[in-house]
């Protein structure tokens, strides 16, 4: 039973287009998060969501926005998409609390490529 | 800027010997450290963390070690197994803050048979 999921795992598109990105937690965490590991292998974090609202928005292009629609989804909607945003993205989650929500729990990645 | 670092790519050892793994940090706000595992085509799992307050934790195999003076801190995993080549992140964070991991580059552990 996957605990964090997402979909698609692999997303081939052209320059220009809108995608979204799913992300759905069935483990009953308060907290998303949206990372993006680039080709040099960084994994950086994007956004961050706790019981829907918005708590982290690091310095992300706003062709990138997050919707959370409920506490267990968090999706990822880019916009006019370009060959820089190439990477796989993950989405991670964690429960409330000082030392546990640094626990985060992630799901399989997906590797958006740009042409 | 990098602030977690991990300098060396990849580490090759036996199966049955120790692994270390290394991570530097220069935040000196950071007071939680994580190491996470990564296999490919999977996200990373949690492995083992440690607060400040501390300078050492195990977990079975697994024990993370922290010397906050030289802000470093290391992963040591005995014995390896082949089951433990994967890809090994170092992260960190500040208690109270936004619960905001930063994270290393990642370091290659191959396990040989």
């Known amino acids: 039973d996957t605990a964090v999921s997402q979909t698609p795992k692999y997303l081939v598109t052209q320059m220009g287009n809108d995608k979204s990105i799913k992300c759905e937690q069935n483990l009953g965490h308060d907290t998303m998060y949206w990372y993006k590991q680039d080709s040099k292998k960084f994994l950086k974090i994007m956004f961050s969501y706790n019981n829907k609202e918005l708590i982290i928005n690091e310095t992300v292009p706003n062709r990138f926005s997050p919707k959370s629609p409920d506490k267990a989804h968090l999706n990822l909607h880019i916009n006019s998409l370009e060959l820089g945003d190439s990477a796989v993205y993950f989405c991670?989650?964690?429960?409330?609390?000082?030392?546990?929500?640094?626990?985060?729990?992630f799901g399989p990645g997906t590797r958006l490529t740009v042409t | 800027d990098q602030q977690v670092k991990q300098n060396s790519p990849s580490l090759s050892v036996q199966e049955g010997r120790i692994s270390i793994l290394n991570c530097d940090y220069t935040n000196s706000m950071f007071d939680y450290f994580l190491w996470y595992k990564k296999y490919p085509a999977e996200g990373p799992t949690f492995l083992i963390s440690?607060?400040?307050?501390?300078d050492k934790n195990e977990d079975g195999r697994f024990t993370v070690f922290l010397n906050k003076s030289a802000k470093h801190l290391s992963l040591h995993i005995v014995p390896s197994q082949p089951g433990d080549s994967a890809v090994y992140f170092c992260a960190a964070s500040t208690q109270g803050g936004s619960e905001k991991l930063v994270f290393g580059k990642g370091m290659k552990l191959t396990v040989n048979p």
């Open positions: 991670a989650s964690s429960p409330r609390g000082v030392a546990a929500s640094y626990e985060q729990y």
């Open positions: 440690i607060s400040s307050i501390k």
